[in-house]
């Protein structure tokens, strides 16, 4: 697996995404404002534009798979809207649509993303 060290975890400023260029592709990565660190793809497959690190921070409620509802947090484009979970890359308004998720961590203060 190799990894990347991207920025200082004081570059992200809290509820907002950066952009990282890594081997050719585009990932966004995420801070919230409990320091939990995401990163997924930055391409918007419904605007068909890189800019899904300039999207909004926010969270909703989810039933789980036992009924019992759960916050999900998910950034949703700058374009469209649509509402994408940090977690999973899954489209919480399109069950066909999800977007690649990256290994992201903490290194000292350094973000690191891991990836194959």
Same mark, same amino acid.
């Given at each position: 697996?190799?990894?990347?060290?991207?920025?200082?975890?004081?570059?992200?400023?809290?509820?907002?995404?950066?952009?990282?260029?890594?081997?050719?592709?585009?990932?966004?990565?995420?801070?919230?404002?409990?320091?939990?660190?995401?990163?997924?793809?930055?391409?918007?497959?419904?605007?068909?534009?890189?800019?899904?690190?300039?999207?909004?921070?926010?969270?909703?409620?989810?039933?789980?798979? /036992? +009924?019992?509802?759960?916050?999900?947090?998910?950034? @949703?484009?700058?374009? &469209? !809207?649509?509402?994408? =979970?940090?977690? /999973? +890359?899954?489209?919480?308004?399109?069950?066909?649509? @999800?977007?690649?998720? &990256? !290994?992201?961590?903490? =290194?000292?203060?350094?973000?690191?993303?891991?990836?194959?």
């Amino acid at each position: 697996m190799k990894q990347h060290t991207i920025c200082r975890l004081n570059d992200i400023i809290p509820d907002t995404g950066v952009c990282a260029l890594i081997d050719g592709k585009q990932i966004a990565i995420f801070r919230t404002k409990k320091n939990d660190l995401f990163a997924l793809d930055n391409y918007d497959p419904f605007s068909q534009a890189n800019v899904l690190s300039r999207g909004l921070i926010g969270g909703t409620m989810i039933a789980n798979e /036992t +009924g019992t509802d759960e916050e999900v947090l998910y950034v @949703a484009s700058p374009i &469209y !809207k649509q509402r994408f =979970n940090l977690a /999973t +890359g899954q489209c919480l308004d399109s069950e066909e649509t @999800a977007l690649n998720t &990256y !290994k992201v961590e903490l =290194n000292g203060s350094d973000v690191v993303i891991k990836y194959n």
